[in-house]
């Protein structure tokens, strides 16, 4: 009886020990290049606009329509700087190749360039965060913020 339960415990301690095959996938890591994949107007209207909890779901479609920041680069190699590298398709006729603007991570939020991003999801392949923007006056009298939902796609 005592072989069977030493026989039991040893076979219990290398098989808990084993290592799964997560070891070898690369760390989930903020701090790599992510391409911009879609982006979406998620909620308008006042200060509710801005409380709109943001969930994967809403970021889980295949753009249809080309924007002009489908082929930006967010590079978040540093730990303190984003550089934002802007692709052939320009925004505006003197956009810059790119800018780089401070950030910095506290938990679930970045602050970016001054601005409050929630990370609404990290993983080793997506980045999901969404910002509270104000809408510029002339807009519908109740319309004063959009809540906008990115997501982006680790660079390989």
Request: glycine share 6%.
């Amino acid at each position: 009886m005592r072989k069977t339960c030493l026989a039991l415990l040893f076979w219990a301690c290398v098989l808990s020990s084993c290592d799964s095959d997560d070891a070898d996938a690369p760390a989930v890591t903020l701090n790599t290049r992510w391409q911009m994949y879609s982006n979406k107007v998620l909620a308008l209207g006042g200060n509710e606009a801005c409380a709109y909890s943001t969930k994967p779901s809403d970021m889980a479609f295949k753009p249809t329509n080309a924007t002009c920041q489908d082929d930006d680069v967010y590079d978040f190699s540093s730990s303190t700087e984003l550089v934002i590298e802007h692709g052939t398709r320009s925004c505006s006729a003197n956009e810059p190749a790119s800018v780089t603007t401070a950030y910095e991570r506290q938990g679930n939020k970045l602050i970016i360039g001054g601005r409050e991003h929630t990370i609404v999801q990290l993983t080793r392949d997506t980045l999901i965060l969404d910002v509270c923007v104000p809408l510029a006056a002339g807009n519908w009298p109740t319309t004063n913020y959009g809540k906008v939902g990115m997501k982006l796609s680790r660079i390989k």
